[in-house]
């Protein structure tokens, strides 16, 4: 099968499946909230423009094969993150065909109007850097990527040089570095001291707290935006809970399921600008983009989340 009957083969499968969807699920944050209600924004400290707080991840959700059936619910997953206020998708060259079926989706997709596009440079030396992300912008399909990290610190002496250029030229908006490593941490919290960076990504959940004592505050210090990676510790921290019951009190911050447990926790901390957490299924992404919405837990609510947690 050619590559464009694949499209056209997934194009219909998805129009098909949007048909189910109308009837139910992408509709709910008015169900639950009510049309005037917006989703939950943060501000980009180096701009000032606000971003929705639940963004998207690609990392193996979005990395298959160009296969009917997986792109009809991929593309259901993308259209429920858009219909409830989804904007920032992050990707890498790392993640195989992920940039490449995201890039394929968002074609499909009516109302991406507010897409914030991210993905990273992964690759040693500059010419190699330039290369790949010119096809990283091809592959997604976007004129200018909205942010471009520099994916686990590889050779960044190298390309920030670039980026900077890049985004002097107007090819992207802002720069950033990533990792989800702590033996990282030390060479990242270096960078972020000497280096003029718009946005800085790293590992942060409730079961993994390491970072409240040194990158979030260090990046809120520079006025860094955070992008939160692996805020269900790749799905660890579902296990964790599982027959466990919700807090009664989690319904004073608007939060019905654990993983809005999970994604309001990291939103709440004050240097956090977003979370992009990774899923393949609809309800899943149904079920994050709830946490865009309603009220966040408070400092003390925080402490609260913290101790129960701990005690399951
Ligand atoms: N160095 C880096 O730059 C770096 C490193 C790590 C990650 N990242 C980025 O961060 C993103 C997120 O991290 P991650 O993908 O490693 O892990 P994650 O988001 O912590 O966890 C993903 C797992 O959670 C499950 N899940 C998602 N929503 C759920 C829900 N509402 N209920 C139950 N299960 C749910 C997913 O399974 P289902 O598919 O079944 O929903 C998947 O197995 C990545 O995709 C990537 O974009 C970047």
């Given at each position: 099968m050619t590559k464009s009957n694949t499209r056209e083969i997934s194009r219909r499968h998805f129009i098909k499946g949007l048909g189910v969807l109308s009837a139910g699920i992408t509709l709910m944050p008015q169900a639950v909230f009510g049309e005037s209600r917006q989703p939950v924004k943060h501000a980009?400290?180096?701009?000032?423009e606000r971003i929705p707080v639940i963004g998207m991840g690609t990392s193996?959700?979005?990395?298959?094969?160009?296969?009917a059936a997986i792109l009809t619910q991929l593309g259901q997953v993308l259209q429920v993150f858009f219909d409830n206020g989804g904007a920032v998708i992050d990707s890498s060259?790392?993640?195989?065909?992920s940039e490449t079926i995201v890039g394929n989706l968002l074609k499909t997709i009516?109302?991406?109007?507010s897409l914030f596009a991210a993905t990273k440079v992964w690759t040693d030396g500059k010419q190699s850097g330039i290369d790949q992300m010119q096809e990283s912008m091809q592959r997604m399909g976007?004129?200018?990527?909205?942010l471009m990290q520099i994916h686990n610190l590889r050779d960044w002496k190298i390309h920030l040089p670039t980026l900077r250029q890049w985004k002097q030229e107007g090819k992207i908006r802002y720069i950033g570095i990533t990792t989800s490593h702590g033996r990282f941490h030390a060479e990242l919290m270096q960078i972020m001291r000497t280096e003029a960076l718009d946005f800085v990504q790293f590992t942060y959940n409730i079961g993994n707290r390491t970072v409240e004592e040194s990158l979030l505050p260090l990046a809120a210090d520079r006025g860094i935006a955070t992008l939160i990676n692996r805020p269900y510790q790749r799905g660890a921290l579902f296990r964790s809970v599982k027959g466990q019951a919700l807090p009664e009190w989690a319904r004073e911050f608007d939060c019905s399921s654990w993983g809005q447990f999970f994604l309001k926790f990291v939103v709440?901390?004050?240097?956090?600008t977003c979370v992009i957490p990774a899923t393949s299924k609809v309800h899943h992404m149904a079920d994050n983009m709830a946490a865009n919405y309603g009220r966040l837990p408070s400092a003390s609510m925080r402490k609260r989340m913290v101790e129960y947690f701990e005690r399951l």
């Open positions: 980009i400290p180096s701009s000032g193996r959700t979005f990395d298959v094969a160009e296969n060259p790392m993640y195989g065909n009516p109302n991406k109007g976007v004129g200018v990527m909205d709440s901390h004050p240097a956090v």
